[in-house]
Nanobody, 125 residues
Framework: QVQLVESGGGAVQTGASLRLSCACSGRTISDFPMAWFRQAPGKEREFVGAIQSSGSFTYYSDAVKGRFSLSRGDAKNTVLLQMNSLKPEDTGVYYC??????????????????WGQGAQVTVSS
């Protein structure tokens, strides 16, 4: 059974940095794409970024491009989301997701079969 556990959320001020970690068990993260989505209060869940199964390519939403970066962690089977220059509009619950297949539209929730429980990120002005 695949399980995803996020950690590293918290409350920070504008301009600060946070790093989220997603630990995956039950499968190898190099088998399928991994992604982060987020959901702000009262809004629909939206795509943040994804990393291909090979780990060679990453994709980001326009809202976070240049500020956020995905990578594989030193710990086995973890994916990291480094968030810099945080803004109040980055506030929300961040979800880690694991793909159901190797290829597809990385920003489409339908590509992902497994989801973590979410980590709260709050950015105050």
């Amino acid at each position: 059974q695949v399980q995803l556990v996020e950690s590293g959320g918290g409350a920070v001020q504008t301009g600060a940095s946070l790093r989220l970690s997603c630990a995956c068990s039950g499968r190898t993260i190099s088998d399928f794409p991994m992604a982060w989505f987020r959901q702000a209060p009262g809004k629909e869940r939206e795509f943040v970024g994804a990393i291909q199964s090979s780990g060679s390519f990453t994709y980001y939403s326009d809202a976070v491009k240049g500020r956020f970066s995905l990578s594989r962690g030193d710990a086995k089977n973890t994916v990291l989301l480094q968030m810099n220059s945080l803004k109040p509009e980055d506030t929300g619950v961040y979800y880690c997701a694991a793909g159901a297949r190797r290829s597809g539209n990385y920003d489409d929730e339908d590509l992902y079969a497994y989801w973590g429980q979410g980590a709260q990120v709050t950015v105050s002005s």
